[in-house]
């Protein structure tokens, strides 16, 4: 499978980067907020997600290593991918995909 790279010159994904940062750390209200514009309903379950991926937001980070997060998540293997979707789908959090999941 082909890695893909995410094109750091890109103008968008620099002034997203920009307007969630607060000095040199990602901030997670406005992170959140803006995820929730995006994903609507589902922010609360896609949200927990992004802030494994970032390692809960203690770390600063550079433009550049935001960057190098965003290639690793693009770029997860099958198995992650598995676990990552199976989180999303146990609403319940319960360890297990089962009826009430569904509702």
């Keep these: 499978m082909q890695k893909i790279e995410v094109d ?4 968008k994904l620099k002034a997203f980067f920009y307007t969630v940062q607060n000095k040199t750390k990602l901030d997670p209200e406005r992170l959140f907020a803006k995820c929730k514009v995006h994903f609507q309903e589902q922010n609360d379950l896609v949200f927990p997600i992004i802030k494994r991926v970032f390692g809960g937001f203690r770390q600063s980070i550079t433009y550049k290593e935001y960057c190098q997060y965003v290639s ?5 293997d099958f198995a992650a991918c598995k676990e990552l979707f199976f989180h999303y789908v146990d609403f319940n959090k319960d360890n297990q995909v089962c009826e009430t999941d569904l509702f």
Excluded: H, L, P, V
């Design 8 to 11: 750091k010159a890109n103008i």
């Design 72 to 76: 690793k998540f693009i770029n997860i």
